[in-house]
């Protein structure tokens, strides 16, 4: 559907900025779903209605486009939704900073999904702590850039790369060999190719072709052996926690599964490890790093993911935007 034209409005002023059809808009877009922004915001659905038509009689542009019954944002309404979103959580966290009550606003996450499974919790229980941050997650497949609508940063699974986001490095990738302790005392006595064979092998999917980290893997160590067909997962989660209570031999992160080896569910059988050439990296516009949602997070994980003997230093002031920031 094409956005219907509209007479240009005149410039907006403090005076007139219609609040209320902000409230209502972002609401929606949010949502995307008039019905729910109306049951969060307490009104009738036809109020939203009304407010979203006065709105885009004020900006003088379309702000939704019906497609059946889904929505989706224009282009003037995502860029309305990246500024108004990030002005409320402002005035949100400054209403509530009076009242002695920082509660630091909202922040929309996206995040690998192994990340978020295995690395996630105890980083955003740290953010919530004694703020009142509120916090949404996403965990798309693969993400390469942020949407404004969408999310305010993410964690991405990626090489590195020139972006005109901000990629702050988190860790690069090593890959190593990981199965249960079990199958751990086997591989050093009889060898990693029979067990291949008999064990099974478990691969994980990525960009690269099912059989990438195996192939990564034994190119780097020196390795030839055959590679069977074995099993297939989406996501390194699923082949690790297959890989505990099942068996087989995947050849993974071992940062991924460090909780796993900790508490004995896993081990590595090879002390040999290989760069997959991946890394994992926050990911955030220039322009949100004003917001304080967004500074918390991001120096929690700086100070996460701070280099070997840099523990409790991973912040700006430390230097480490100047090492990790920009990645080309």
């Not at 407010?51 to 486009?65: M, P």
């Not at 069977?228 to 890989?243: K, N, R, S």
């Amino acid at each position: 559907m094409t956005p219907t034209a509209m007479p240009q409005p005149d410039q907006i002023d403090r005076r007139r900025l219609p609040l209320n059809s902000l409230r209502a808009f972002e609401a929606a877009a949010r949502q995307m779903s008039f019905t729910r922004a109306a049951e969060g915001l307490g009104v009738t659905q036809s109020a939203i209605s009304r407010h979203v038509l006065n709105l885009e009689e004020v900006v003088g542009a379309q702000l939704f486009e019906r497609r059946g019954s889904a929505l989706a944002l224009t282009k003037a309404g995502a860029d309305l939704l990246a500024a108004v979103t990030p002005g409320f959580d402002r005035l949100q966290g400054g209403l509530n900073a009076i009242c002695g009550l920082d509660r630091g606003g909202t922040l929309r996450l996206a995040l690998p999904p192994s990340f978020a499974v295995r690395i996630a919790a105890p980083i955003l229980e740290a953010c919530r702590s004694g703020t009142g941050l509120a916090i949404e997650i996403d965990t798309p497949y693969e993400l390469e850039s942020l949407d404004h609508s969408v999310h305010d940063a993410a964690v991405v699974f990626s090489r590195p790369r020139v972006t005109d986001q901000v990629m702050d490095l988190l860790w690069m990738e090593e890959l190593t060999v990981l199965c249960r302790p079990d199958l751990a005392a086997r591989v050093a006595s009889e060898g990693l190719e029979r067990l291949l064979a008999e064990a099974g092998i478990l691969h994980i999917r990525n960009e690269g072709g099912r059989h990438t980290a195996w192939s990564e893997f034994l190119r780097a160590t020196g390795l030839s052996l055959p590679l069977p067909q074995g099993l297939v997962f989406d996501t390194a989660h699923m082949a690790l926690d297959f890989a505990a209570r099942e068996g087989g031999l995947v050849v993974a992160d071992r940062r991924l599964a460090a909780r796993d080896i900790a508490e004995g569910r896993l081990a590595a059988p090879m002390p040999r490890s290989a760069p997959s050439g991946f890394g994992y990296f926050m990911l955030f516009r220039p322009d949100d790093l004003q917001r304080e949602a967004v500074q918390l997070f991001r120096s929690r994980l700086a100070r996460e993911f701070a280099p070997v003997g840099t523990a409790g230093q991973g912040t700006a002031e430390s230097g480490w935007d100047e090492r990790h920031e920009g990645v080309a």
